[in-house]
């Protein structure tokens, strides 16, 4: 199961092609900048989750 950062950083990321996708629609170049950086923002955060999960997992088995 994916912890909280994963999950948090999945949804951010759906936010900010949300925002992105309006921002195309209305052009408003401000909204996909925004958008932009909420996604990378988001992508940031789940790799963080999975090298939490990593550690967790390795520290626990004794494995990477």
Not at 6 to 34: T, W
């Amino acid at each position: 199961m994916p912890n909280k950062d994963v999950v948090k950083g999945l949804i951010k990321q759906g936010e900010g092609r949300v925002q992105e996708f309006v921002g195309n629609l209305i052009d408003d170049p401000n909204l996909m900048a925004k958008g932009e950086a909420n996604e990378e923002t988001g992508k940031a955060q789940e790799t963080v989750g999975h090298l939490k999960e990593a550690v967790h997992s390795a520290t626990r088995t004794g494995k990477p």
